[in-house]
């Protein structure tokens, strides 16, 4: 039997600042993924590629129709699944996406997770509503199941979805293959783990109010509000918690209207008073973003990806698609081919060790930072002043005042991993 949100502590936040929210001309996106304690999550560079007619994609359990051509993506993922807990596309459009549970059931056949459909849609949308109409398509022909951890145990769950490109942000939300949309023009929004759009859709299945309106939760009379009629009469207490997670995120975006910028977003992600930065039993932040998407189409967009957990205690690295973007393999998780766990039928029956180099090195540095005091401030520091020239070496270039060569550009996250791996091996030395 599944496991469900009764007894299985899980949470994310997504958020996105938009003009006039954002304290400059661009969009700004940002996500904590909240995950199992021990699950690694890697950062993955795949190029644009193009394919041939017929083939076939393997997902994390099914497979589906490849495209003719797919656009070059960094993702953020757990590192046993095809998919992306959050991640981004050369064409400047942003995905994070959470659990929820609604009125429909949870399936526990395997389909797409959401997870895969973000992936999907990265790869294969160049706007963030172009996205979205592939993630819903993607929803109606495949539908989505399967266990989303690492466990024999499975624990499934239904997806909310934050997208955003240079002009608009999309929150999309299901229920099993049903789903509603809201289009986001202007100011700041965020999801946690609970439906969130009201009468306001922009956008629905076209049998949503139908089926509704077939199982009783509606009675087809006056205004429809997905997020009532299709929210759990009795909230599980974890979707509960996620209630007040949700109103200190839009607390903390009102606070800072006007001023968004991608350091308040790190803020933001990094409270941990509101549980926005989760530390709770068996769950915590494994990895976080935060995106800069300037109006300006001449300018580039600029991806900060930890690869770590714990914000508080992790570093955001640009990422700039360019010419010499290529993986970096100190965040690239080993692989155990046809012998994977999530490979061998039944799943999950063993564990294997997906640790990747700068994983290690940060959680040494996680251990020094608790037990030695002075050292660990140190290497605090060293933190956060690589962060600071990361965050300064953008600076110039989003203002226009810097060109440097794409080849540069590309190489931008490979040398901060660098140097932030290195700062860690110099603890051991």
């Known amino acids: 039997m599944a496991s469900s949100i009764h007894d299985t502590p899980c949470s994310c936040d997504c958020l996105v600042s938009m003009p006039p929210a954002s304290a400059i001309p661009a969009v700004i996106f940002a996500k904590n993924s909240d995950r199992p304690r021990d699950e690694v999550q890697e950062v993955v560079f795949v190029p644009a590629s193009t394919h041939p007619a017929g083939s076939r994609l393997q997902c994390t359990y099914i497979e589906v129709e490849q495209v003719s051509k797919t656009h070059a993506v960094i993702l953020s993922r757990p590192s046993w699944l095809w998919g992306a807990e959050m991640g981004a596309n050369e064409h400047g459009v942003c995905i994070g996406n959470e659990a929820v549970w609604t009125k429909e059931p949870v399936g526990e056949g395997e389909a797409l997770l959401g997870m895969d459909l973000l992936r999907l849609a990265l790869e294969r949308g160049s706007t963030a509503q172009e996205a979205l109409h592939v993630i819903t398509g993607l929803l109606e022909r495949y539908g989505q199941g399967g266990s989303c951890r690492e466990d024999p145990m499975p624990f499934c769950y239904h997806n909310t979805f934050l997208l955003a ?3 608009e942000a999309w929150v999309l939300e299901t229920a099993g293959r049903l789903w509603a949309a809201q289009r986001i023009q202007g100011g700041a929004r965020n999801i946690s783990n609970q439906l969130s759009i ?9 049998e949503l109010r139908s089926h509704a309106q077939a199982q009783g939760w509606w009675s087809g009379q006056g205004a429809f509000d997905f997020a009532q009629v299709f929210s759990l009469t009795q909230q599980p207490v974890r979707m509960e918690a996620a209630k007040a997670r949700f109103q200190a995120g839009r607390e903390l975006l009102q606070k800072w209207q006007g001023s968004i910028t991608a350091e308040v977003m790190m803020d933001i992600l990094r409270n941990k008073e509101s549980g926005i930065c989760m530390d709770s039993g068996g769950f915590r932040t494994t990895a ?13 967009c600029v991806h900060f990806l930890t690869a770590t957990p714990d914000p508080s205690r992790s570093v955001f690295k640009p990422f700039i698609f360019g010419v010499g973007a290529t993986q970096a393999p100190q965040v690239l998780s080993p692989t155990f081919g046809a012998q994977d766990p999530v490979r061998t039928l039944p799943r999950f029956q063993t564990q294997v060790d997906r640790r990747h180099v700068l994983y290690r090195g940060q959680q040494v540095a996680l251990g020094l930072m608790e037990s030695e005091q002075e050292q660990g401030q140190q290497l605090r520091q060293k933190q956060r002043d690589l962060e600071q020239e990361g965050l300064e070496a953008v600076q110039g270039l989003l203002a226009g005042e810097q060109t440097p060569a794409h080849q540069e550009l590309g190489g931008l996250f490979q040398a901060f991993v660098e140097r932030e791996s290195r700062a860690y091996t110099e603890l051991s030395t």
């Open 165 to 167: 490109d240079r002009t």
């Open 198 to 206: 009201g009468t306001d859709i922009s956008a629905e299945h076209p």
């Open 288 to 300: 976080s973003m935060v995106s800069i998407l300037p109006r300006d189409p001449t300018r580039p």
